[in-house]
């Protein structure tokens, strides 16, 4: 079994920042491209940023510049570096990660969520 949890959300000001990271753990090979999402109340889920097994990353446009994505391979873990929030940016942020299983079949695995909460 495959599982990605996050943590580093809370509440911040205005023009605060926050580090989220997104630890996969289980039985599989290998990560292929993880992505962050969020969900605002009442609204759709989206996506916020990708960053493939190469390092390569893409950002939406409404965080370029202020958000940074990377990984480290080796602990299998991803992280959301989050600057100049402003209360737009709350929501509950979700980490996805598409895994290479031990067959080589792949696997997309999501978390639960950590709350990022941006008072103004």
């Known amino acids: 079994q495959v599982q990605v949890v996050e943590s580093g959300g809370g509440l911040v000001q205005a023009g605060g920042s926050l580090r989220l990271s997104c630890a996969a753990s289980g039985n599989f090979r290998s990560i292929n491209t993880m992505a962050w999402y969020r969900q605002a109340p009442g609204k759709q889920r989206d996506l916020v940023a990708t960053v493939t097994s190469g390092g390569s990353t893409d950002y939406a446009d409404s965080v370029k510049g202020r958000f940074t994505i990377s990984r480290d391979n080796t602990k299998n873990t991803m992280y959301l570096q989050m600057i100049s929030l402003s209360p737009e940016d709350t929501a509950l942020y979700y980490c996805?990660?598409?895994?290479?299983?031990?067959?080589?079949?792949?696997?997309?695995?999501w978390g639960q969520g950590t709350h990022v909460t941006v008072s103004s």
């Open positions: 996805k990660a598409i895994c290479v299983s031990v067959f080589g079949t792949y696997i997309e695995v």
